[in-house]
């Protein structure tokens, strides 16, 4: 169940750089002209994909109930979930005009879903992969419904406890998922780093047989550089417009003016980590910082080879260092002088 498989025309999983899905959620507030921007410096950044949400009903917010959320220089805000879902939510005509850019700027999409209506929509505009929210891991009825469209299926699960992960989980094969990429979400500001746990990320795909990413909501990217080396298939994290600050969730959003530098880093730690082991053609050079074995002294016909009689010395001009557990205690066949490099013929080979 953990093979490779495609997001639209972005491979994702073992074999494959990690796919990066640079998130708009609703950060844009329903500013259109700012979605539309964002997506255009998304694709022009060389990310192949579009991440969003499909947030367009109010009323998915109950009039009671609050939440809190994390503001730089303010600490933690308490305000109703609706009040919150007011600011966020967007038409879906609106979000067809972005999809629509996506798809013209040739980025495949990945959409959290919330109900069933954003569902249909989704599917109307042929999206690529379907996302469980966080929020929605324990919501049976939409994991069973997103599983049974057949599309890649990704899982968040922050604050989610390992019981409710693994329910979930097994609701998406019931429903007839086979395509999924489990997102370890560590929490966000102001958690402390201790509390990140990345190397649950890896363990969850292990665990579930499925592809694994992070979903990021650290203040900085050494997080996702660090779950590229620990084997991310996929790398999730908020894009914000570089002047927005004060509302929920941008605390962890990257302004879109560092997404570049971010795609150049990620491929930069992806290429170092390499191949589990070193190669080399048969024919390689030796290497010219290895040693070799050089007479100590004027040196008779006849001496025997000794520690106190040889020395090591770099570049090798005749015999490595590495030889030297087969001609200890050989007899030379010919006088060599202080410094001279000792060769194979220099050794009585006892004929």
């Known amino acids: 169940m953990n ?36 997506v255009a410096r998304i694709a022009a950044s060389g990310a192949t994909v579009l991440k969003g949400a499909i947030i367009h009903d109010v009323t998915l917010a ?19 979930y609706r009040a919150v879902l007011e600011r966020h939510v967007v038409r879906l005509s609106d979000l067809e005009v972005i999809m629509t850019a996506a798809r013209d700027a040739g980025l495949d999409l990945v959409m959290s879903i919330y109900d069933d209506e954003g569902l249909a929509f989704a599917r109307d ?34 604050r ?58 650290d203040q900085g990217t050494e997080s996702v550089l660090t779950a590229v080396a620990l084997g991310a298939h996929a790398l999730e994290k908020g894009i914000r417009a570089d002047a927005a600050h004060g509302d929920i969730d941008l605390a962890h959003a990257l302004p879109i003016s560092q997404l570049p530098e971010l795609l150049q880093r990620i ?17 390689r050079p030796r290497p010219p910082d290895r040693m070799g074995l050089v007479a100590n002294a004027d040196l008779p016909t006849g001496t025997a080879l000794s520690r106190a009689k040889v020395r090591f010395s770099f570049p090798a001009a005749g015999l490595g260092v590495e030889m030297w557990d087969s001609v200890e205690g050989r007899r030379l066949a010919r006088p060599l002088t202080a410094g001279q490099p000792i060769v194979a013929d220099d050794i009585d080979d006892g004929s």
């Open 3 to 38: 093979q490779p498989f495609n997001i639209g025309r972005t491979a994702v999983g073992p074999g494959h750089p990690p796919a990066f899905f640079p998130d708009i959620d609703v950060y844009f507030k329903a500013d259109l002209g700012l979605a539309l921007d964002l």
């Open 62 to 80: 109950a009039p009671h109930g609050d939440t809190q959320y994390f503001v730089p220089g303010r600490g933690m805000v308490q305000e109703s």
């Open 125 to 158: 505009m042929q999206v690529d992969a379907v996302k469980v929210a966080s929020s929605n891991i324990v919501h049976a009825p939409l994991i069973r419904s997103l599983s049974a469209t057949g599309l890649p299926l990704i899982i968040d699960t922050g």
């Open 160 to 217: 989610s406890s390992m019981d409710e992960i693994a329910r979930a989980v097994g609701w998406a094969r019931a429903a007839g998922a086979e395509k999924m990429l489990i997102q370890h979400s560590p929490p966000g500001p102001p958690a402390a780093v201790s509390a990140f746990n990345l190397r649950m990320m890896a363990a969850l795909g292990k665990t579930h047989a499925t592809l694994c990413g992070l979903s990021d909501h």
């Open 267 to 283: 491929e930069r730690v992806y290429q170092s980590l390499g191949d589990s082991q070193r190669s080399f053609p048969a024919d």
